[in-house]
């Protein structure tokens, strides 16, 4: 197989070409009411115009960063990380592009043909962006091996795509974050809370920001954080290959190739597995939604373990090697749905129960809830880790995190498909089509909503292992064989670490409670100076809201972004390798445990809201209600902008330590 | 020095005996308002009952890890494990005993002569927990000392009086605090927001349980938790000299015992310079209170660091440790005065302002300040880590925290004031003393809070520095060179202790919101089933409610108690003594940010709460105040529950560990 790796690439070229077929076919439904034209059109507009501003911004950083690179470590990491970034960058238009044309169509569907045909457009729309990241992922690490094995390039240099794909994803998550939710708060605080009417109103001139929020928050940024983890595995993976032998593995100078091929043989066998799950919807999408979806996604990690089993065995590697690959496809499978029972079984009943008593209760326990939600999915990871060294040390880590990230193909597919069936909901709902249709987006959306919160525990769990993984890599780079806990100087550097998902976290949340205070100040001057628009006969100024959010998004994502990518450099350079180290393990451990905190609370409180609103402790506009609104409100910022925002700060430390080791 | 080795449990005898004195003198005041004596006489008879319960389940806990130890470690390990437990008990009796003599006594001063007076009252009261703590520990050690030295013990069978010391702060700070904020959470929600009667009314069946709260809470809680630190860090120095040299310090078997006199030497003239703090008030109290309370506490940091300067010098040991122990003593300091900004600076502002916007925001805006609340006295410990190693190695980490603590009498006497002018505050209120006496408690209240701010921020930082300090000597007397966290089982250590503080902090929490439920159904009971007592005409049945406070703290302290003494004994013989060592440095790391931010969060929201009671906004009753009311109910588990335990939580699983050191 060593042979072939010409095919991966192209392997990878046909993913994409598949994407591009999946998005004509999109296009080519015609959208007959122009309502709808008219407010997808302002949807699409609304991203494009913040994605065209974010990217300018980031072209700023990005070629900054290129040029430290070229100078400081090599012209080549520099290139790389180039690639990687505008990857990265290509990855979330592309996805963006399918998304704000596969929801007005997916409402068409479901107006029109019922809910198999709304499923398949709105999983349609999804898969461009999920076969977008695994190929457009493929193709880099795959030409990268190439390059390597042709001695063009050092097998360090590739971390310098990793580190592009990185950047990109923390600005992308923590802008998308931001942006999304200040819409969306800001909609709710004055629509729902002071104006009195639903979501989604058209009469609400934060309704096309907060819908645009979906796409950027939810679909780019998700999927540049989805991006990063899949590139970052299979890189690290290749960097502890690299570096050579192990206590378990016998890694020589003339085998070596096969291990540092083997992550990139994985991902592609992993994307074909992943083209036949998306093209199986077609034949199940008369099954109910979510099996669907969920036989789609067992389907294609089952083939993709089989492949990888017949390839661990034809290269002639250790077998053990397998059992780190299933552990960690196990791994993600498992965190995802603990993360559904917290944020959908009888914690969020519990949660929904205490909003009995008030308000206060109801945070409470949400909080409670999110800490408790913690520990299960850490004791995945730990058990992860300890099988998979043993099976086969570092590299057992690495391509465990390649292991759960292989099917990225239908698993983005899957996790794209929630935003573009929330959107379609908002559409319906704003161009009057009527309680039917919107009965159809609803369970859609609803489903949505489970996917969701699968897909993130998948990324924290995902960013958790691949976090592991490239800081083994890191370790074994630098030649480290000790970061000792005893030495004062890692402790420091533990602390130090540990603070920074904290702060990070007071950095968005706060962001996002000044950019939505920003919008409901503009959504009361709206309704105060537009004549008649309370009464629906004048229209909102919808565009002056997105250009709020844009801005807010923008602006609040660069410091953020900013301490991520100097603190290793400052640390390492400062207090040295082994300092360096122990800031990597703190941040990593505090940030994985926000993360999970964070993102499951806001999910529990969405939920128990749900549940309220479906009926029970007397429904909506009951006093349990007004308790559980608070609590979701509070939850927002916490599961889509702080939360997120871990996974990466975590991946984009230790890849920018892993970048920076040749200078230590 | 090292021949007056007599001496020192004599000193600690002649505090003991000052706190004697200064207690005959509290009763000595004779109560003569008979509603007064009454309503005392409850809370004193609450205090009791609860303590005596509480004891009865401790003995059965103390007795059979008593055998335990003196079956698998040694027996003279287990007596000091005995004898340290009895400490602790004993000074939380007489921590308790004073508060309720010095409350209605603070009262009746206030009343009677004005706010001198009832300051040097209520001082009074807290010097006799604060004496007691600092003399019981004194006395502990310094005769361990003398055991020693005549080859009596061994070095390790000292580790035994720290765990007796931790094993009760667990379950004093868990049970305490899970009573008081039950209580308190309790009471507030029926009497405030239901039957609208003000806080401490007499009417209101909870708040003797309140009153009660505040004592087994703030003061025997409070109390054991920093006996627990003193102790600890006096015995991690002892362990880390006795076990030989280091790099920077010249340890040898001619010199050790030097270098393990120093602490025990550091606290007897931090105990002698207490005395003289405590004395100096007498001095003082006609100044400004704050001013008094703040002048005599620095007199006394500074006489002990004089002291220091001088024996460090006598004895012959390098310049360098004091720079470790003033370090420590800054160290303190600072970190009080941090969290005293954070929990009544301009923070408290923001945090008021957010209330303008609802509840969400203000939820949101104190959940941000308590994240970023984190990052400043973080920095500060590894800044005293680094000083303090580079000055005298391991050995300095532990002196430093010995230097933070050496002036316990004080510190811990301004402390334990704050609940006694609370206290008196609600004696005041429930026996109508009139608008004049309540202004003066009041004032002397508010301090009592900023006291509180900055003695829980102290507490935060003396366990942390504790903490590391007792890891320290767990490595060292283990003898592990490297807890190396490229090892696996150390990451998994790693996590595994990271998610425990999660996890504790969920218990907690819950554990307050269920006992919380139970006093608000029993409180509308009581209102509904007993005629006459909203008009004032019935008396209310407190003892039921104290009662449901003191099941409630029993019950739900035992399993976070287990889990803490257990997982280090589970994880340090399953997966051995590096991942044990990992596990330990989670832990710390997770346990000491989660205590920032939770108590923090909790202080600034109650601080907002009254900001805005103080008329800004728009004062009670506005919108913004009833905001800010749920979030400060939100952050009274955090702050007095949750938070606290985490101190106790990363002490105890140290402490643990060292004394299994030899099994391991």
């Given at each position: 197989m060593t042979g072939m790796t010409v095919l991966y690439p192209i392997i990878g070229l046909v993913g994409l070409i598949s994407a591009g077929f999946i998005y004509l076919s999109i296009r080519k439904i015609e959208v007959k009411n122009p309502t709808m034209v008219d407010i997808s059109e302002a949807i699409h507009r609304g991203a494009m115009v913040f994605l065209r501003r974010e990217y300018t911004i980031l072209a700023v950083f990005v070629l900054a960063v290129f040029g430290i690179l070229s100078a400081f470590i090599t012209i080549q990491t520099g290139l790389a990380f180039l690639v990687g970034a505008c990857s990265s960058m290509l990855a979330g238009f592309f996805g963006m592009k399918a998304e704000t044309r596969a929801n007005v169509r997916t409402s068409q569907a479901a107006n029109e043909s019922g809910i198999a045909r709304a499923l398949s457009v709105a999983f349609s729309g999804g898969a461009v962006m999920g076969l977008s990241v695994a190929s457009l992922g493929l193709i880099g690490v795959s030409i990268a091996y190439i390059l390597y094995t042709n001695g063009i390039?050092?097998?360090?240099?590739?971390?310098g795509f990793a580190m592009g794909a990185s950047s990109i994803a923390l600005f992308a998550r923590v802008g998308g974050g931001i942006y999304t939710k200040s819409a969306d708060v800001g909609a709710d605080l004055v629509g729902k809370v002071e104006a009195g009417i639903p979501e989604d109103d058209p009469r609400n001139p934060a309704t096309i920001a907060d819908n645009v929020g979906d796409c950027v928050g939810d679909t780019a940024g998700m999927g540049a954080d989805i991006f990063e983890s899949y590139v970052g595995s299979i890189i690290a993976t290749i960097a502890i290959a690299a570096a050579g032998s192990s206590a378990v593995l016998n890694i020589t100078e003339e085998n070596k190739l096969t291990y540092i091929l083997l992550p990139v043989l994985l991902v592609t066998i992993g994307l074909i597995a992943s083209l036949i799950g998306v093209g199986s919807i077609r034949v199940l999408k008369n099954m109910n939604p979510a099996a669907a979806l969920r036989t789609s996604t067992i389907l294609s990690a089952v083939l993709m373990l089989a492949g990888a089993l017949l390839a661990v065995n034809s290269l002639g590697l250790e077998l053990g090697i397998f059992g780190a690959i299933f552990m960690g496809t196990l791994s993600g499978i498992v965190i995802g749905l603990l993360t559904e029972w917290y944020t959908g079984g009888s914690p969020v009943r519990r949660i929904a129960d205490s909003c009995r008593t008030g308000v206060a209760t109801n945070i409470i326990s949400g909080l409670a809830v999110g800490m408790q939600s913690t520990a299960a999915p850490i004791l995945m990871i730990a058990a992860t880790i300890l099988v998979a060294y043993n099976f086969a040390g570092l590299y057992g880590i690495g391509i465990a995190a390649v292991g759960m990230l292989g099917t990225v193909g239908i698993t983005m597919s899957v996790d794209a498909y929630g935003p573009i069936a929330d959107n379609a909901g908002g559409i319906s709902e704003m161009s009057g089509l009527g309680k039917e249709t919107r009965s159809i987006t609803d369970s859609l959306d609803a489903l949505g909503n489970t996917t969701a919160a699968i897909g993130k525990g998948f990324a924290i769990g995902s960013a958790a292992l691949t976090a592991l993984a490239l800081y083994s890599a890191y370790a074994k780079t630098v030649g480290l064989t000790s970061i000792n806990l005893i030495d004062p100087l890692v402790v420091v550097g533990l602390l130090l670490g540990g603070v920074l998902p904290f702060f990070i976290g007071d950095l968005t949340m706060s962001s996002v409670g000044k950019a939505a205070f920003a919008m409901v100040e503009e959504v009361r001057r709206q309704f105060r100076d537009i004549p008649g628009l309370m009464e629906g006969k004048a229209k909102p100024d919808t565009a002056r809201c997105v250009d709020i959010s844009t801005r807010a998004a923008l602006k609040e994502m660069v410091l953020p972004g900013l301490v991520a990518v100097l603190t290793p450099v400052i640390v390492g350079l400062g207090l040295g390798p082994t300092a360096l180290g122990g800031m990597l393990a703190g941040a990593t451990l505090s940030g994985v445990l926000l993360a999970l905190f964070m993102a499951n609370a806001g999910g529990a409180w969405d939920n128990a809201k749900k549940l309220i609103e479906n009926g029970y402790l007397g429904g909506k506009g009951s006093d349990a209600h007004k308790a559980a609104v608070v609590g979701d409100t509070v939850g927002d910022p916490f599961k889509d902008t702080s939360g997120p925002s871990m996974n990466i700060l975590i991946k984009l430390m230790s890849i920018v330590s892993l970048v920076i080791a040749p200078l230590l």
């Open positions: 390039i050092q097998a360090s240099d590739i971390n």
